[in-house]
């Protein structure tokens, strides 16, 4: 039904001015998560592919990610087939604009989804999202690890790999996401993330000897 709204260009219009791909979030966000599918992420990847065929869409696909496919109140609990699906999604997506994800989403949307739902540990810090009640839901510690995995590749990829290159306010979402974390959590990022922090920080004389000091408001938050 969504797809055939904006087919019809009065109806894209109003799909912005009225916010229609935030609504869809908030109603997907009612459905039982048992109920979703593989065919449902199918089916929202045809979504946004017809949006993205269209190059005055992109405030929509835009939209589409922020409220739907990257709302992972909507997933979290989804069976594992269906969140595998849709990270795989979302990398291809990253992996064909990534310079658009730089811009439009920026790498702090995947540490938040890293901070909030894909945790290891909950940590005494961590804002949770969810009650001690429904951690047994949650996805398996493996599969976890996965998703993980997917989710610190795709904000890799949109820094432009091992060989790109941090901007400073890119570098503060690292540190904030290394400090506030559990330890168990910011293992994973460091060995992804080390060679650009490493890189970055060595422009301004911020290593001593081996270790590496990450900096906030000039007080040490983080060192290998």
Same mark, same amino acid.
């Given at each position: 039904?969504?797809?055939?709204?904006?087919?019809?260009?009065?109806?894209?219009?109003?799909? &912005?001015?009225?916010?229609?791909?935030?609504?869809?979030?908030?109603?997907?966000?009612?459905?039982?998560?048992?109920?979703?599918?593989?065919?449902?992420?199918?089916?929202?990847?045809?979504?946004?592919?017809?949006?993205?065929?269209?190059?005055?869409?992109? /405030?929509?696909?835009?939209?589409?990610?922020?409220?739907?496919?990257?709302?992972? *109140?909507? !997933?979290?609990?989804?069976? /594992?087939?269906?969140? /595998?699906?849709?990270?795989?999604?979302?990398?291809?997506?990253?992996?064909?604009?990534?310079?658009?994800? *730089?811009?439009? &989403?920026? &790498?702090?949307?995947?540490?938040?989804?890293?901070?909030?739902?894909? !945790?290891?540990?909950?940590?005494?810090?961590?804002?949770?999202?969810?009650?001690?009640?429904?951690?047994?839901?949650?996805?398996?510690?493996?599969?976890?690890?996965?998703? *993980?995995?997917?989710?610190?590749?795709?904000?890799?990829?949109?820094?432009?790999?091992?060989?790109?290159?941090?901007?400073?306010?890119?570098?503060?979402?690292?540190?904030?996401?290394?400090?506030?974390?559990?330890?168990?959590?910011?293992?994973?990022?460091?060995?992804?993330?080390?060679?650009?922090?490493?890189?970055?920080?060595?422009?301004?004389?911020?290593?001593?000897?081996?270790? /590496? !000091?990450?900096?906030?408001?000039?007080?040490?938050?983080?060192? !290998?």
């Amino acid at each position: 039904a969504a797809q055939n709204s904006i087919a019809e260009n009065p109806f894209e219009k109003e799909m &912005i001015s009225c916010n229609g791909m935030q609504v869809l979030g908030y109603l997907l966000q009612q459905v039982p998560p048992y109920l979703f599918s593989v065919e449902s992420v199918v089916r929202l990847c045809a979504l946004a592919s017809f949006v993205l065929s269209h190059s005055s869409r992109e /405030l929509l696909f835009h939209q589409l990610l922020r409220y739907v496919l990257l709302n992972f *109140r909507i !997933w979290l609990y989804a069976s /594992l087939p269906v969140q /595998l699906r849709l990270l795989q999604a979302i990398a291809s997506y990253v992996a064909n604009r990534p310079a658009w994800f *730089r811009t439009e &989403i920026g &790498i702090e949307t995947f540490f938040d989804i890293l901070r909030y739902f894909y !945790w290891k540990s909950p940590g005494k810090s961590k804002k949770l999202l969810l009650t001690s009640e429904a951690f047994g839901r949650r996805a398996p510690a493996q599969l976890i690890k996965e998703i *993980r995995l997917m989710l610190r590749r795709a904000a890799l990829t949109i820094v432009g790999g091992v060989e790109g290159q941090l901007r400073p306010d890119e570098v503060q979402v690292v540190a904030d996401y290394l400090r506030d974390a559990a330890s168990d959590d910011q293992s994973d990022v460091c060995d992804v993330f080390r060679p650009l922090l490493r890189s970055y920080f060595d422009q301004y004389n911020k290593t001593i000897g081996n270790s /590496l !000091w990450v900096y906030k408001d000039d007080e040490v938050v983080h060192q !290998w």
